[in-house]
């Protein structure tokens, strides 16, 4: 993070919104999660939520009962505090299937990374994930941590009716969709998992924070344990 950070941004009458950097930046998102669990431990009159992302803070508080100027000063004086003890993050496997049938662009990446299509499949299964935000789309799970070989631009033109489950990455980015959409992602397999947990106390699979990594499916488990899930 620069000298120019953490700043501090109002949105409406109703947010502030606590960015520590512009671009993708391992400190700035450990700052995020740093002030991610002192508001949990010491929230302040009027706070209603706050949703961290991957280099910022949305602050979001009831304007009857705070302002601005209170909540900045609440989150600055969070920020000189020693970051509070967490629990360890939880540990996640993924099931995912890489089947020629469910992996229609992985060719195409390996093509473009130089590579064969096996050793896609290992450096994908070789690294660990990172869940560093929740965006776009219920339970889209932005996960760090893609291998730099395998991190690619995002493809010209969106293609659509991208199946849940999909497994999808770009950039320095991978997720697990769990609706059916248009992406202009790359297409590596797809997952079995349940995501969207149906718990209202714990709406999705991950929290922010949390480590995941990839394990190989044949079709036959694929097809075993989406029935078990999602039947």
Not at 31 to 54: F, K, N, T, Y
Not at 123 to 149: K, Q, S
Not at 152 to 178: E, N, Y
Request: proline letters at 8%.
């Amino acid at each position: 993070m620069s000298a120019d950070f953490p700043r501090f941004t109002p949105v409406a009458d109703h947010a502030l919104l606590v960015e520590f950097a512009e671009t993708q930046d391992e400190a700035a998102h450990e700052a995020v999660l740093a002030l991610d669990a002192a508001l949990s431990q010491a929230p302040c009159p009027g706070l209603r939520e706050w949703v961290p992302a991957i280099v910022n803070l949305l602050v979001v508080f009831d304007p009857r009962a705070s302002d601005h100027a209170a909540i900045r000063a609440h989150v600055e004086g969070l920020l000189g505090r020693p970051r509070p003890e967490t629990a360890a993050p939880r540990r996640h496997e993924v099931g995912v299937c890489y089947d020629e049938s469910l992996a229609p662009d992985l060719d195409e990446v390996a093509d473009r990374a130089g590579m064969s299509p096996e050793a896609v499949i290992a450096a994908h299964l070789g690294a660990e994930y990172r869940v560093t935000m929740y965006g776009f789309a219920p339970g889209y799970a932005y996960l760090a941590g893609i291998p730099e070989a395998l991190r690619l631009d995002r493809k010209t033109a969106p293609v659509r009716g991208v199946p849940d489950g999909s497994v999808i990455i770009a950039g320095a980015q991978c997720l697990v969709t769990t609706l059916t959409m248009p992406t202009g992602w790359w297409r590596l397999g797809r997952s079995p998992a349940k995501i969207l947990t149906g718990d209202e106390a714990a709406p999705f699979l991950f929290d922010v924070g949390d480590r995941v990594r990839f394990t190989r499916l044949t079709l036959d488990e694929y097809h075993r344990q989406t029935e078990r899930n999602h039947g």
